[in-house]
């Protein structure tokens, strides 16, 4: 099976929420290679990019995936929500993962311009709360790792998107406790820390990630940074939330 039999077979799981489960190919693929089945299977979806998330944003998870650093993939606006609303548990979705998203005011790098903390700062326009909900369209297990799950859109199922901080520039991140909850029982706490020290962090990782392509993060983008939380399983019949010390909550209802 090549590259783009394979963004086919993800393409189908994904629309129509079951799991494919085609078999590993022989050569094993490399990350590259994920990357051109990711993006592939990206254009045939069909939907715009609102941005990216960033996965695998600590040691623990990269050993998980076998890997040795993050990855990242597209959202698209088909799988944009608010919060509170409502979203089908198929096999296609798993879990929730609290995370902070930024907002991007304007091209990241800019020309010639240094990738540091202080430039991607000052390219952010707005900090939200938010949730990645993230699933597997490939069944097969041979794919639960980091090849696997950068093709299949960075395991990305959907981006719901809460509340804005208010003067974030001044807010401290990484210490900040985030608690998940489920049905509004505490079930996971944890804070920025994880996602590379402190949440900024991922953006500046992303940017020269994407700079290396010849790409950039585009002005009005989001980027979602990397869980808070140890992953939460998303179940039928249960609200999905989390809270963010005194900057607010954000959540999903599985249906």
Same mark, same amino acid.
């Given at each position: 099976?090549?590259k783009?039999?394979?963004a086919t077979?993800?393409m189908?799981a994904?629309?129509?929420?079951?799991q494919?489960?085609m078999?590993w #190919?022989?050569p094993a693929?490399?990350?590259?290679?994920?990357m051109?089945?990711?993006a592939?299977a990206f254009a045939?979806?069909?939907?715009?990019?609102?941005?990216?998330k /960033?996965?695998?944003?600590?040691?623990?998870a990269?050993?998980?995936? &076998?890997?040795?650093?993050p990855?990242?993939g597209?959202?698209?606006?088909? &799988?944009?929500?608010?919060?509170?609303?409502d979203?089908?548990?198929? %096999?296609?979705?798993?879990?929730?993962? %609290?995370?902070?998203a930024?907002k +991007?005011?304007?091209?990241? %790098?800019a020309?010639?311009?240094?990738?540091n903390v202080?430039?991607a700062?000052a390219a952010?326009?707005?900090?939200?709360l938010?949730?990645?909900?993230?699933?597997?369209?490939?069944?097969n297990?041979d794919?639960?790792? &980091?090849?696997g799950?950068?093709?299949?859109?960075?395991?990305n199922a959907?981006f719901?998107?809460?509340p804005?901080?208010?003067?974030?520039?001044?807010?401290?991140?990484a210490?900040?406790?985030?608690?998940s909850?489920?049905d509004g029982?505490?079930v996971?706490? &944890?804070?920025?820390? #994880? /996602? +590379?020290g402190? #949440?900024?962090?991922?953006?500046?990782?992303?940017a020269?990630?994407?700079?290396a392509?010849?790409?950039?993060?585009?002005?009005?983008?989001?980027?979602?940074?990397?869980?808070?939380?140890a992953?939460v399983?998303g179940?039928?019949?249960k609200?999905v939330?989390a809270k963010?010390g005194?900057f607010?909550?954000?959540?999903?209802?599985f249906?």
């Amino acid at each position: 099976m090549n590259k783009s039999e394979m963004a086919t077979h993800i393409m189908a799981a994904r629309k129509s929420g079951e799991q494919t489960h085609m078999a590993w #190919p022989d050569p094993a693929p490399t990350r590259d290679d994920a990357m051109d089945i990711q993006a592939e299977a990206f254009a045939q979806l069909g939907s715009q990019s609102v941005g990216w998330k /960033v996965g695998a944003t600590n040691e623990a998870a990269q050993k998980g995936f &076998g890997i040795d650093s993050p990855f990242y993939g597209p959202m698209a606006e088909v &799988g944009v929500m608010a919060s509170g609303d409502d979203l089908k548990k198929t %096999p296609c979705v798993g879990a929730v993962e %609290p995370e902070y998203a930024f907002k +991007m005011a304007k091209d990241f %790098p800019a020309n010639g311009e240094a990738i540091n903390v202080e430039t991607a700062t000052a390219a952010i326009d707005t900090v939200h709360l938010a949730i990645e909900v993230i699933g597997r369209c490939i069944g097969n297990p041979d794919f639960a790792n &980091g090849v696997g799950v950068t093709m299949d859109f960075g395991g990305n199922a959907a981006f719901v998107v809460g509340p804005e901080v208010s003067d974030w520039a001044n807010q401290d991140f990484a210490n900040a406790v985030v608690e998940s909850m489920v049905d509004g029982v505490i079930v996971q706490t &944890g804070n920025g820390k #994880p /996602v +590379m020290g402190d #949440p900024i962090n991922s953006i500046v990782w992303l940017a020269e990630q994407l700079a290396a392509k010849g790409e950039r993060i585009q002005a009005g983008q989001w980027v979602s940074t990397g869980t808070c939380t140890a992953a939460v399983p998303g179940e039928a019949g249960k609200i999905v939330s989390a809270k963010f010390g005194d900057f607010g909550e954000v959540s999903v209802n599985f249906v």
